[in-house]
C-alpha cells in the first residue's frame, strides 16, 4: 500500500465524561449511551464486535447486533453450530465492543455468556422477516460450501418446503446473553486525553474507576 497512513487522523471535539456524569450504575449509562447512538449513528448503531476465544487460545472478532439489553445482560442471536457458538461452548468468556464514530464514544463490556432460554428464542425468530428465517435453516453457518449458487439452491429448497407455512425456529438457532462484569466507557478528547470511565462488579457491587487513556 502506498498510502500514507500515519497521516490519517482526526482530533476528537465532544463531551467530557466526568464521574459525575457517568453516576454509579453502568446499566444506566449505556442506554443513555446507545439511545443518543441510535439519534446520531443511523447505520446500524446497535453493531458491535464480539471477540470470543478459541480452544487454542486465539481470539476471534466478528460484527454482530445486539438484539435486547436487560436486567439479564446483552443478547444477540445466531447459529450455535457456528465458530463463535463452538468457541463459547468451551469458554463462555467474551467480550463486546460498541463504537459510534459520531460521538466519538466506544463501549467495552467483558463478561460470561450463557444461552438465552428457548421460548426466548422462539418468540425472537417469530419476529425476524420471512427471509432471515429461512436463511437461518438454510446456512450451515461457518460450513464451507462450493459456491454463491450452492447456497441460492439451499435456500430456494427451504422456502419451497415451507411455502404458505411458518418457518420454524431451527433447533441449532438461537440467542446468547453475556452477563457483565467489566463495562468501560471511553469518550474521546482533544490532544488524546480521552476519558475512560470503569466500572467493576465485585460482589454485586458496581466499582468505578478512571483509566489513563
Not at 442471536?77 to 467474551?94: H, I, M, P, R, V
Not at 478528547?189 to 468505578?208: A, E, M, V, Y
Amino acid at each position: 500500500m502506498n498510502r500514507d497512513l500515519h497521516s490519517i487522523r482526526r482530533d476528537y471535539q465532544f463531551d467530557d465524561l466526568l464521574e459525575e456524569h457517568a453516576g454509579h450504575d453502568p446499566l444506566s449509562l449505556f442506554d443513555n449511551w446507545l439511545e443518543k447512538a441510535i439519534e446520531a449513528c443511523p447505520d446500524d448503531p446497535t453493531a458491535m464486535v464480539l471477540s470470543t476465544v478459541d480452544s487454542d487460545g486465539w481470539p476471534h472478532s466478528r460484527v454482530v447486533l445486539l438484539k435486547q439489553r436487560n436486567d439479564a445482560g446483552f443478547s444477540f442471536f445466531t447459529n450455535y453450530d457456528s465458530e463463535k457458538g463452538q468457541q463459547l461452548a468451551l469458554n463462555n468468556k467474551a467480550s463486546m465492543t460498541f463504537f459510534w464514530p459520531a460521538l466519538s464514544r466506544q463501549i467495552r463490556i467483558e463478561g460470561h455468556v450463557e444461552k438465552v432460554a428457548r421460548h426466548v428464542s422462539e418468540t425472537y425468530f417469530a419476529s425476524r422477516p420471512r427471509g432471515s428465517q429461512l436463511a437461518a435453516r438454510t446456512s450451515k453457518q461457518s460450513a464451507v460450501i462450493a459456491n454463491r449458487d450452492a447456497l441460492q439452491a439451499a435456500f430456494n429448497q427451504e422456502e419451497q418446503a415451507f411455502d404458505g407455512q411458518d418457518v420454524p425456529c431451527p433447533e441449532n438457532w438461537g440467542g446468547y446473553v453475556l452477563k457483565p462484569k467489566f463495562i468501560e466507557f471511553w469518550q474521546g478528547r482533544p490532544s488524546r486525553l480521552h476519558d475512560r470511565i470503569c466500572f467493576t462488579q465485585k460482589d454485586g457491587n458496581w466499582i468505578i474507576t478512571r483509566k489513563a487513556p
